[in-house]
T-cell receptor, first 114, second 111 residues
Framework: DAGVTQSPTHLIKTRGQQVTLRCSPISGHKSVSWYQQVLGQGPQFIFQYYEKEERGRGNFPDRFSARQFPNYSSELNVNALLLGDSALYLC?????????????FGPGTRLLVL | DQQVKQNSPSLSVQEGRISILNCDYTNSMFDYFLWYKKYPAEGPTFLISISSIKDKNEDGRFTVFLNKSAKHLSLHIVPSQPGDSAVYFCAASAVSNDMRFGAGTRLTVKP
């Protein structure tokens, strides 16, 4: 079975640009979460989507947005990129939304903002 | 707000010995705890989890202990192997299932 997939694997953008990152969950999983990981820190929660609805949002500015499609894949959009947005962006999927659901991560998209 | 803390950024252990990684949390609403292992250039890989109704969960060489009164959990790896060398993240979630992660502990197992 395929795990969580993300695209692209790497991306270089300049300040002020916009970026879209994509994620396909494990087959049968209906929940997708996005995390940002900067060097030396653990992943920081950005968004969670379940059944195409936003179910949670972390402490990130409105420049960050996301959506989930009917096939449960998801996109993360970041507008007006800042140098500080350079990070590894991780997508995780889980079967449901209950607290005791294990999330499984994709390989991540490494974004560099110049 | 750092609701999950891993106070040891690194740990070095001899092959065959026990590795103990520690994690503390502050939010009493957390009821599900997980350990992930991460290699460079890869996403975190799920290792083991424990719910708040238990105080111990074991899976092969990996055991997680939960002390709710102290808001502390630990991961024991016995025996440690060189392939266990990686960064280990502790994570916790409440009903909403959005996870909070610690900063990670880099484990080095020396042959």
């Amino acid at each position: 079975d395929a795990g969580v997939t993300q695209s692209p694997t790497h991306l270089i953008k300049t300040r002020g640009q916009q970026v879209t990152l994509r994620c396909s969950p494990i087959s049968g999983h209906k929940s997708v979460s996005w995390y940002q990981q900067v060097l030396g820190q653990g992943p920081q929660f950005i968004f969670q989507y379940y059944e195409k609805e936003e179910r949670g949002r972390g402490n990130f500015p409105d420049r960050f947005s996301a959506r989930q499609f009917p096939n449960y894949s998801s996109e993360l959009n970041v507008n007006a990129l800042l140098l500080g947005d350079s990070a590894l962006y991780l997508c995780a999927s889980s079967a449901g939304l209950a607290g005791a659901e294990t999330q499984y991560f994709g390989p991540g998209t490494r974004l560099l903002v110049l | 707000d750092q609701q999950v803390k891993q106070n040891s950024p690194s740990l070095s252990v001899q092959e065959g010995r026990i590795s103990i990684l520690n994690c503390d949390y502050t939010n009493s609403m957390f009821d599900y705890f997980l350990w992930y292992k991460k290699y460079p250039a890869e996403g975190p890989t799920f290792l083991i989890s424990i719910s708040s109704i238990k105080d111990k969960n074991e899976d092969g060489r990996f055991t997680v202990f939960l002390n709710k009164s102290a808001k502390h959990l630990s991961l024991h790896i016995v025996p440690s192997q060189p392939g266990d060398s990686a960064v280990y993240f502790c994570a916790a979630s409440a009903v909403s299932n959005d996870m909070r992660f610690g900063a990670g502990t880099r484990l080095t197992v020396k042959p």
